[in-house]
């Protein structure tokens, strides 16, 4: 999966508790690989955001 507009694999997510928190991770195949072991558990309905451009959505809307 990559972002459907540049391109990237690199995104963020934010903490929805917390809007200044950011859990970044980067997408290996149809894996979710976090920068942190301790970071928001991220899953297919959470909203990202590409580190590289203004795309954001879900990952579900990703093309592979």
């Avoid at 459907?4 to 195949?29: H, I, Q």
């Avoid at 920068?35 to 297919?44: C, E, G, V, Y």
């Amino acid at each position: 999966m990559k972002c459907p507009t540049c391109g990237s694999v690199n995104f963020y997510a934010k903490d929805p508790d917390d809007e200044y928190e950011e859990y970044r991770f980067a997408l290996r195949g149809d894996e979710v690989v976090p920068d942190d072991a301790d970071a928001l558990a991220i899953i297919k309905d959470t909203e990202a955001f590409c580190e590289r451009c203004a795309w954001h959505g879900q990952l579900d809307d990703l093309k592979s």
